[in-house]
Structure formats: C-alpha cells, structure tokens
C-alpha cells in the first residue's frame, strides 16, 4: 500500500471517530463527579454547598471541602437559587452557549472532513486537478524544447517519410516561401506504418525542428463514457491551438476515434462518432482552424472514416515502412552511438541478417547486445554478443538447461544438417547463415539463411528450391533412420511448403491446369475450437485440381530433397557429426565440416550436458528470408 492510500485511509478513520464521537456526545454516561438533581438538592438543604457557578442548565457546585461536582437543572431555577442564597453560598452566573474557536472546531470537525473526502473523491473521478469544471477540457500537453528533445539526426532509415515532414517543418519556418507561389499550409498529416516503425519518434523530430508549439494528445483520451465529452475535448484542443498558433497538433493512435461511422455488427458508437465529427469540423469545416498542423500516427489506416483520408482534412498520408538493409544501418549506428564496440562488430552484416526488423526491433537487438556483454563482464560489446542478442531476438533464448538425450540430439542433428545441405545445393537459395542444435524457444535446433538484401518478391526457382530446403530435414531423417523413426519434427515444414504451395497455384499462377487465375484466398474458420481450412468461391472440381497441384509441388520438393541427400550422404553423415560435436556451425563451418577441415574453437566454450530425453517435438528451422 503506498503512501497515498494511506493518507486516504487515515482521513476516512478520523471521519469515523469524529461521527461517531457527535452522535454519542449526547448519550454521555454518569462519572463520579456527576450528581443528580435530587441529590444537589440535598446538599443545598443540608449546608453543605460552599458555592455554585450557574450556566444555561448547567451547575458547577463547590462544598465545604473544596469539592467539586457537577449537575444538570431544570430552565426554571427559581426555586434553587433561593436555596442556596438562604444557606449563604456564593451563587456566579455565566452567560449561556458562549462561542469558542475551539469548540466550533470540534463540532464542524466531522461534517468538513467529510465534505473534503466526497470533494477529493470527485476530483478523482473527473481527471484530476481540473475539477468538475474541467471535465470536457481537452487532455492535450504542450511539450516544451528543452525536455528530451529530438531532432532529425536522431531518426534514420525512412528517409522518404523524413523528407515529407521535413517540408512541414519548413512551411511554419518561413511561410512566405511557399504562398509566394499561391502555395497553402497543409492541414494534416497522417503518419502510417506498422508498429515500431518510428512514427511517434518521426513526430518528435518535428516538435524538436520546427520550434512552434507542438501539443500531443492519444486518440484515447477523446472517448469517454459519457456522451459529447470527447468533442467538448476537440473543441478546446483546436481552441488551445488557436491562442498558439501556428502550432502543431499531435494523435497518436488515431484510429482510437477515427474509426469508420456506422461499422460494425452493434452499429456506431455515438460519443465517438460525436467527437469524429467535431474532429472533422474543426479540421476543415464552416469555420476552419488556421495555422493549426494536425499530424496523426497510425498503424491501422483501413479502419479509419473515408471523410478523414480526403484532402483538406488529411492532405499528406506519409507512409513510415520498415527501413530496408541501408536504413537498418543507418538504425543501428543511431543506437550504437552510446555502446562501446569492438573492433570485430561489422554493423552492414548485422543489417543485412535483420530483415524485417523495425527501428524498435533495432534499437531492443543493440539493448540485448549491450546486456550480453555486460553479463560476461566485457569492457565492448563484441560481435558474437550481437549475434547471440539476434538469435535471442528472432528465436528465444537458448535452452541450455535442457538435457537431451543422444538419439534425440542424433536425430536433430540430421534434421538440421538436410536443412543445410539442401540449402547449399539447390539453385536458388539465400546462402546458409547458422546452422544449431541447441534449443531456442520452441524448437530444439534450426538453420538460419542470410540474405543478401532485401527481398521483396520470389521467382518460381527460388520458390521451388524453397520447397526443397522445407523438406531436406523430413527427408534425412527417412535417409538415415527409415521411416518408422521419423519423428514429428517436421510438421512445422510441411505445413510452411503446403502454405508456399498453395499460394503459388491459387495466387501466383504457378499452375498449367488453373491458368493465370486468381482463386479464393486460403482461409481459416474457427469451428468448435478448431481451425478448420476452406479454399473460398470455387468449385468442388476446381479445389480438388488445386489440391492436387499443392500436392505435386510439394511432391516435387521432397523429391528433389531425396535426390540432393543420397548423391551427397558423406556430406550428410560429416556436417551432422560436425553438429554433435560443435553443437552451432557457421555456414563456412558447415562447408569445411564437408571438405573434412574442422572448426578453429575455444576449448574453453562450454557444452551441454546429456541425460534422459525430453519429450519436446522438434521444430523446423527459422528462415531469415521472407517467405
């Protein structure tokens, strides 16, 4: 429990002491002083009162003996004060309620605790330090220049997204420049890219180039449960906006309140299509807002409302991709900056086996390098850490705690030595990277493939050495062991060659029979806790041509898999006895394992234990290449 909620909780117990102490004020109990009136009276009658201090009902009676008691009397004391003035005691009146600063204390106490509890439960509720008044004002923070500010220096590989924005930065610099030809400030912008690409990063930049002032708000914090609140939020965003402008207005995640009206199976939801339309008021409506930039980051720009993608409103949508082999350089310099390297780190190999990473990808692999070296009490961060920090990324951790038995690590080494070979062998194939036996993640070995560069589309060459490579694991085994030990290790493969298949005759044209047309995309239905897999809009007779074409191309890969293997089972039997011994091979390890040369290692490089085996399936290897 943290200091807040403890100072909660103390005020609530002191409420409670205070209440009931009001309401049990009245019921006090006698105490020993405390005399009735009957019995004041008897005291009075018999000489014994010295004298009495009277105020309002209430009588304080001193005796002969200095004795002090007190008592309660009627309104009508007549007939007392006659008493005691016949006995000759000394009688003083006191004015009756006098008011005291600390009495009215303690008597408001309770109800001003009380109010303050129910007011600090309602700031809560209503966001805050704003108040009930400030329920519907806009959530939007002013980010000041000299906190954690960020340039373009600092934003690398999107250089094409970087040169749209760059002109934004340009236009509230010198405006003029460009209404000298007619030119008009551009509305918005509309950041859009797959996570981690670097949109908020890239928005950033452009609060720390333009030195305007940059508000930034979430999609989220527009939607409320009560209806108009959001727009009441957009209302006063544009109205900050206006006092500050030219300005620059910040949504990240803006699909939180720009989706499509009216989608959906319930309809629309009102406070949000409430707060789309004040949005798309605000932006270029009756009264549009000038010189106010809206700028916008999404991942999900096919949801977002039609009337928000049209020019006036969004006129700039600035495609934040992930960066190819040059920009993931160019990342990777970025964030190597602060890390001490060693002379061995070649930051372009490290790019190119980085396919499909993002700039977060990047940044979390230098991270992971750096925690690497730090464990082994480095003074640089080496390449070997970075390798290990790749494959800690793209597969897991390695599982070296898991004792293996040596059939099973037999078996797997096989497995993986066909991946290899097949992969060295086929016509077109991305050159072998790593080959490894060592658990990572879900699989108990894998190979790895690093590409030259960035591939963005395959021919049907690599496509069927591609299949090839899927099924050298499946096949060595059968080579090796025989069919009846083959293991269910390559069930990964065989679902990734019938997936690779399927689109080459269903999407690609890859098939004489079916023609260069495009069928239904494969699809998967959940039917009672399964996926059930359907070929969508064709004929009974069509899907079971296309079956039959998967099936052939496949059959093909196996095939030619078969043949690579037996023509080269020396080969097979070295890189697998290699792979026992080494446990992780290089590719131009794997290629000297062929010609005989053994691995230069360090004797000092520890091994894993065996033991009992472990009923773990074995899974395929990873490709680097997009598939």
């Known amino acids: 429990m943290n200091l807040r909620n403890m100072v909660i909780w103390g005020v609530i117990v002191v409420v409670m002491i205070g209440l009931y102490s009001m309401m ?16 004041l009276l008897t005291k009075v009658n018999a000489g014994e009162v010295k004298a009495v201090e009277i105020q309002g009902a209430q009588i304080e009676v001193t005796d002969q003996s200095n004795r002090k008691f007190t008592a309660v009397t009627p309104n009508n004391q007549d007939d007392l004060v006659q008493r005691l003035e016949k006995q000759g005691a000394d009688i003083k009146v006191k004015a009756a309620g006098g008011f005291t600063l600390m009495g009215a204390l303690f008597q408001f106490l309770p109800i001003l605790l009380l109010i303050g509890v129910w007011i600090f439960f309602m700031r809560q509720m209503q966001g805050g330090a704003r108040g009930a008044m400030g329920f519907g004002k806009s959530k939007a923070k002013l980010l000041t220049e000299n906190k954690n500010r960020v340039t373009f220096e600092d934003v690398a590989g ?27 400030i551009p509305k918005g912008a509309l950041l859009i890219g797959p996570p981690g690409t670097g949109k908020t ?80 008021v605000e932006m270029d409506g009756f009264e549009s807002s ?39 350089e160019r ?25 499909g990473f993002s700039g977060a990808d990047l940044a979390n692999l230098v991270n992971e390098g750096a925690l690497m070296g730090a464990r082994k009490n480095r003074r640089m961060v080496t390449m070997r850490d970075f390798e290990d920090a790749k494959d800690k990324v793209m597969m897991g951790a390695e599982r070296r705690s898991m004792v293996m038995s040596e059939d099973e690590k037999r078996c797997t080494a096989y497995h993986e030595g066909g991946h290899a070979l097949v992969a060295l062998s086929v016509p077109a194939a991305d050159p072998v990277h790593k080959a490894t036996i060592i658990p990572r993640g879900r699989a108990l070995g894998m190979v790895m493939q690093l590409p030259e560069g960035d591939r963005y589309s395959m021919n049907f060459e690599q496509m069927t050495s591609r299949l090839a490579i899927m099924m050298g694991g499946r096949v060595a085994e059968e080579i090796i062991f025989g069919k009846d030990k083959v293991t269910s290790g390559a069930s990964s493969d065989i679902q990734a060659a019938t997936g690779l298949a399927r689109s080459m005759v269903t999407r690609w044209g890859y098939s004489d029979q079916l023609g260069l047309v ?6 998967e239905e959940v039917f009672l806790g399964h996926s059930v897999s359907r070929t969508q809009n064709v004929s009974e007779t069509t899907a079971n041509i296309i079956d039959s074409e998967v099936k052939r191309l496949v059959q093909g890969g196996y095939d030619e898999a078969k043949r690579i293997l037996t023509e080269k089972i020396d080969d097979l039997h ?5 792979l026992l011994e080494y446990e992780t091979l290089s590719g131009d390890e794997i290629v000297g394992a062929m010609k005989g040369i053994k691995p230069n290692r360090d004797e000092s490089e520890s091994r894993r234990p065996t033991g009992p085996t472990v009923a773990v399936p074995i899974s395929p290897q990873p490709s680097a290449e997009p598939a």
């Open 24 to 39: 049990a004020g009245g019921s006090r109990t006698n105490t020993p002083n405390d005399l009735s009136y009957s019995q």
């Open 158 to 184: 999107v250089e094409e997204a970087k040169e749209e924005v760059v002109e934004i930065v340009d236009f509230l610099k010198d405006p003029q420049k460009f209404q000298r030809l007619g030119g008009k």
């Open 201 to 280: 990063l890239l928005a950033r930049a452009i609060a720390g180039e333009a030195g305007v002032p940059f508000f930034t708000i979430s999609g989220s914090d527009f939607v409320e449960m009560f209806v108009g609140v959001g727009a009441s939020r957009v209302r006063d965003m544009f109205e900050q906006g206006k006092k500050n402008a030219p300005c620059i207005i910040f949504i990240d995640e803006i699909d939180a309140v720009g989706r499509h009206r009216g989608a959906g199976l319930g309809g629309g939801n009102d406070e949000r299509e409430q707060t789309l339309n004040q949005l798309l």
């Open 290 to 328: 000038e010189g106010i930039i809206l700028i916008a980051a999404t991942n999900r720009p096919d949801v977002l409302d039609p009337a928000l993608l049209r020019p006036g409103r969004f006129d700039r949508q600035v495609v934040v991709p992930n960066p190819d082999v040059n920009g993931r």
């Open 331 to 355: 990342i990777l310099r970025v964030h190597m900056k602060n890390v001490p390297l060693a002379a061995d780190v070649d930051v372009k190999v490290i790019a190119r086996g980085t396919p």
């Open 518 to 523: 495009a069928y239904g995309d494969n699809q």
């Open 574 to 578: 070295s890189v697998a006895k290699a």
